[in-house]
Structures are given as C-alpha cells and as structure tokens.
C-alpha cells in the first residue's frame, strides 16, 4: 500500500489513541471522585439519622418509633433523598423498616443474612458502606447502601441504622462533568497534537506533490502531458534493450512535425498553437496504442516508438495512420483548420544501435521530407547519413569556435552617393572551415540557431564589432546584424548596451540590422524591444526591404533610421522587361518621404551604381565597391578613402587650371 495511505492512518490512530488513554484516565478518575462522593454522602447521612433518632435504643429493642421520629425520617428522606431506612438490634434483627419499598415486597430478613458483610464489619465495631447500581423501579440506578452501628454507655453495639442513599442525580452530574472534561481534553489533544500533526502532513503532502511536480517537469512534457526527450530517450533505450534479448524484434520511430505550426501560432494566437499540440499529442497517442511510448521532443515537434515494425512497409502503413489521423479537421474561432503533419522513420538496428541515433536518424529523415514539401513522409536512408555527419560536424564546429575564440569579424564597405565616400562597414560573421576557406553564413547561422548558440554567437559579434569600430574615424559607422532568434531568447537591448559600455563607442555609429521576418513573430514585444534599442542611441535598419510580407506596414509604425533594399533586385536588374528599375525607384522615394536613408544592396556594376545615383540612394554596398575584408585590411580601404577625399580638390584645380591655359 501506498505511503499517501498509511502515513495518515498511522497520524489518525495515534492521536485517537493518545485521546481514548487521556479520556480513560479521566473516565476513572471521575468514576473514583463519584464512587468516593457517594460513599461519604451515605455515612454522614445515615450517621446524622442514627445521631437524631432520640428513642433509636428502644425502636432496637422493640418499641414502636414514635410520631416525631416518623416525622424526622420522612423529612430525612425527602431532603436527603433516602428511599429506605431500617433499624436493627444488636443481633442484627430488623425491628424499623420504612414504608418505601414496592407493594409486595418484603424486607424482613436478619442483617447476617441480607448483608453478610456488613454484619462482620458491624460486629468489629465499624460502618460498613457500599455503592450499587440498581435496576429501577425496585432499586435506583446507581444509589449507596450504609450500616452504622450505635453504641450504648457500655461500649457494646446496642443498633444498627442501615439507609439507602439515591445517588442517581448526583451520578448524572458527575457524567455531564465527565462528558465536557472528556470533550475539553479531547479538543485540548487535537489542539495540542491535531494541529501540529495537520500541519506537518499538510507539509508532508505538499513536499510530496512538489516533488511529484519535480518528477514530473523532469520526464513529462507540461503543455501535452507527453513523455519529454529526456525520457523518450530512455524508454527507447529500454525498448532496444528488451528487442535485443527477444532476439531482434525490430523497432521504429516516427518524428512528427505539424505543418504549418508557425503560421497557425501567427494568426490565431499562442492559445490556438497550444491547443493544437494538445490535439496532435491525444491523436498521436491514440494510433500508437498501448505499449508504444509517445513524446513531444520540443516544439511541435512529437514522435512515438513503434514495436513490431517487421520491416519497411510496416513502418510506413504505421506512418500512413499518423497522417491520416492527424489531417482530420480542426476548427479555431469558428475557422476549420486541416492540418497536416511530416513524418520521419528510422528503424533499428539498419539506422542506428542506439537511442541517440536513431533519434537523430528520424530527425534528419524529417527534415529532409519537410524541405521537400508539406505532408511528406520519409524514411532515413544512407545518403541521407553523410547529411547527418555534416550537421553533427558543423556543430562541433561551432561549439569549439565559440568555446576557442575562433570566429572571425570580416566588414564590407558602405560608400555614400553621390561622391563615393567611405561611410561605414557593415560586420560579418566568419567560421573558418580548417582547409583555408570559410563555411558560409548561410549554413552556420541557421545551425546557430537551431543550438540554441545564437546569443552566444550574436553577442561575440555585437562586442567585436563595436570593440574595432572604437578605433576607426568617428565619421564611420559600423552595422551589425541581428537574428529573429536572439530577440526569441534574451534581451538584446542588455546585450547591446553592454557592447556599448565595454567599447565606448559613440552609440549614433552602432546600426542594427533586422529583417521584416522578425517584426512577424510577435511585433509588440519586438516594437517594444526596438524602442529600447533606438533608447541606447543606437540607429535601426530595417534589412532585405521589399522580399518579406508587410514592410510598409511597419515602416510607419516605427521610425527606422535607414532601410536597405534587398540585393535581389539588383541581380534581377539586368533580365529582360523586368521591374527591378521601378521598384528601387519607388522604394527609394518611399524611403525618402518617411525621411529615411536608403541604401542598396548587390551593386556589382558601374551600371547599377548609376542606377542608384539616379534614384537618389544615400548609400550603395556592393562587390562594385568591395568585398568583405579582414580587421587587418580594414585600416587600408580607410585609408585609400581618405586619400581619394583629399586628392579630389586637387585635381579639380588642376583642371581648373588646364581649361584656363
């Protein structure tokens, strides 16, 4: 049995127990006060009528009791409460009796022979008093008996006075004293022991539900009910175990991610995406049935263990299933959803030995069927391995190069038009490859993110890149990038600052960058979040204009200090009828209305730098202008700057001077 259970009773008995041995003493102390009361009651009244009976020695030897002793006796017994009264000789011969017993009784009997007891103890000279319980009518229910001998001037016993004391009332008394005395210590004892002891089982149950709680955060997922990762994980080591001593029974698992789950928590709300997982886990649960262990690995991302998976096609029909149970329809705010989930298999042993593994094998297998389109359902495959080694490998990378300092910061120039003059750099993020190259951004930051190393990342740029800045001209800025997932995940407003402390330098030179994309998560907070960035002195950009969903809905909602257009259109500026031409033209005067910079992005060519001279872009970036260079080249291209801006005047004269000539 359960501790929950016994624990209380063991607590219940012992205070019962301690309350029935405190009331059974006071039951046989009152018991004893009453049986003590009564014996003295009888003595002293039978002792105060053997006193005031003037003619008892001649009722003892056989006179009639006079008038005023009848009268005597019957006031006794009503003041007193004497129901019988009788006076012996000295022989025990009954020779007075009253009139109180019932009709046709008879009470005639020696004192040797009605109390054998009482005639030893009136032969030794003394009282004799007893104390019984009757049976009404003929006796009261708890009365006392008592015979006090009389002595003549010879000293020799010469009567017996024998009277009947009712006790009941007074035997009441003492039972009502004893009922509140036994309920006082009863309340006294739970006072004493009941609240002490309520209160520590009361702590006693929450130290248990809390750790209940703790064991279960620690192997159940809060949201769905699922078994987390952590114990998947260990159940599936488990399962591997048990199929390997059943010789091989061969065993799969299914990672499944609900498509779409971005967008659904985007237009109705983290309530609906909640619930949603909800819906997904108790559909999933059902198709696995007994046996199979089912969990949320984060996100909505859920997989379940599949037993018995004999071979390839089984696995996949059992796959089918969690397609076909999870597209039945949703309805949200009176919206009907159909929803539809990708679906990752791995099977042991042909996709991994170990929990860990295959894990990872259906995780790939995912994720390779997701970048395929939606609904997909994939099974891992060997070429799908080498896949997985790079992944494992590129985060390797990125964990010893954050660890070891071995990134690095490369800045590509931004000049101002008209005039080609050195504004600033914008900062880049490097992760050498080990053979003398880079691994690109494109692949890095996304596996940043997904390592949940991003802020980490992010901030080592943000300080670096502010630490060089520091030691450039005070006319030149430097932009640094910011990831939808840092703001996901601390204060970047905090981490900015304290960038902007360690390197003093002037905030008015800092340019954040930051997609649309991230203004699509949750756009209060990240408003909220940019009002405290623009605080620090720090300029906004908005980057990669004109590619997402809803920029100019944004543009006037926060004051951003420059947008950039999105390199894109300049690489499609060149195709045939196509629209690029107009869209920079229309962005840039947007950009200038709203009273913001605008640069461009992607200028490759001396035609796409006239291009946005002609459309009046403040800035323009560009392999036209310079690639990314190293910290070391950086003070080169100022200074090669710095040269043309001092040779210009000059050669102006001298051209002033040859049309002059």
Not at 200 to 223: M, P, S, T, V
Not at 363 to 374: D, P, Q, T, V
Not at 511 to 524: K, V
Request: proline share 4%.
């Amino acid at each position: 049995m359960s501790s929950n259970y016994w624990r209380p009773a063991i607590l219940v008995l012992a205070v019962a127990a301690f309350i029935g041995g405190a009331v059974g003493v006071e039951r046989y102390t009152i018991d004893r006060l009453l049986h003590d009361d009564a014996v003295s009651t009888a003595h002293s009244w039978t002792a105060f009528i053997a006193r005031n009976i003037p003619d008892l020695t001649e009722i003892a030897v056989g006179d009639p009791a006079t008038k005023s002793t009848l009268e005597f006796v019957a006031n006794v017994k009503a003041v007193g409460r004497v129901f019988l009264f009788k006076i012996y000789d000295a022989s025990g011969e009954p020779r007075f009796i009253s009139n109180e017993l019932p009709e046709g009784a008879t009470d005639d009997e020696d004192l040797a022979d009605h109390n054998p007891e009482a005639q030893e103890a009136i032969e030794a000279g003394q009282p004799a008093i007893e104390v019984k319980r009757g049976t009404p009518p003929s006796r009261p229910e708890y009365y006392s008996e008592a015979y006090i001998p009389t002595f003549g001037k010879d000293g020799k016993v010469n009567a017996v006075v024998e009277a009947y004391i009712d006790q009941t009332e007074k035997q009441a008394g003492f039972e009502r004293a004893s009922l509140i005395s036994a309920t006082a210590i009863g309340l006294l004892v739970l006072l004493a022991f009941g609240i002490p002891a309520g209160a520590w089982y009361w702590r006693k149950r929450e130290q248990e539900r809390a750790e209940a709680r703790i064991h279960f955060l620690a192997n159940y997922d809060a949201l769905s009910g699922l078994a987390n990762r952590a114990r998947f994980t260990d159940g599936l080591t488990r399962a591997l175990a048990e199929a390997t001593v059943a010789g091989g029974l061969p065993i799969a698992v299914h990672c499944v991610d609900i498509d779409r789950f971005k967008d659904i928590n985007d237009t109705f709300g983290l309530t609906a995406g909640d619930m949603i997982l909800k819906i997904a886990a108790d559909r999933l649960t059902s198709v696995a049935g007994s046996g199979n262990i089912v969990a949320r690995l984060g996100g909505d991302e859920l997989a379940v263990i599949q037993r018995g998976a004999h071979d390839a096609g089984a696995a996949d029909t059992f796959a089918r299933e969690i397609a076909r149970t999870m597209a039945a329809p949703v309805r949200l705010n009176g919206q009907e959803i159909a929803l539809s989930v990708g679906v990752g298999i791995a099977m042991a042993p042909d996709h991994g030995n170990d929990a860990e593994r295959l894990i990872k094998s259906a995780e790939l297998a995912l994720a390779k069927g997701k970048s395929e389109g939606r609904g997909r359902i994939r099974i891992f495959s060997r070429d799908l391995d080498s896949e997985l080694v790079k992944r494992l490998r590129l985060e390797r990378a990125i964990d010893t190069a954050l660890a070891n300092n071995g990134f690095l910061l490369h800045f590509q120039p931004l000049y101002s038009e008209p005039g080609e003059v050195l504004t600033g750099f914008e900062a880049l993020a490097r992760l050498p490859n080990g053979s003398g190259g880079f691994i690109p951004p494109i692949e890095f930051i996304p596996a940043a993110e997904r390592m949940g190393a991003i802020g980490r990342l992010g901030a080592w740029v943000m300080t670096e890149a502010c630490r060089t800045a520091a030691h450039w001209p005070d006319a030149l800025t430097v932009s640094v990038n910011l990831s939808a997932a840092q703001f996901a995940k601390e204060s970047v407003a905090d981490m900015v600052g304290a960038a902007l402390a360690t390197s003093h330098l002037e905030p008015s030179r800092l340019l954040l960058e930051i997609t649309e994309s991230l203004l699509l998560t949750d756009s209060e907070a990240i408003m909220a979040e940019l009002g405290r960035l623009k605080a620090l002195g720090a300029k906004i950009v908005m980057d990669d204009f004109g590619t997402g969903y809803s920029s100019l809905s944004y543009l006037w909602r926060f004051p951003f200090d420059k947008i950039k257009i999105d390199g894109s259109f300049m690489r499609g500026f060149d195709a045939k009828d196509s629209p690029a031409e107009k869209i920079v033209r229309t962005i840039a005067t947007l950009g200038h209305t709203l009273n913001m910079r605008v640069c461009i992005e992607g200028v490759e060519s001396e035609r796409h730098a006239g291009y946005a001279r002609l459309v009046g872009c403040d800035e323009v970036q560009g392999y036209h202008f310079g690639r990314p260079a190293a910290a070391v080249d950086v003070a080169a291209i100022i200074l090669a700057d710095f040269r043309k801006r001092t040779a210009a005047p000059a050669d102006d004269r001298a051209k002033a001077n040859t049309r002059t000539g």
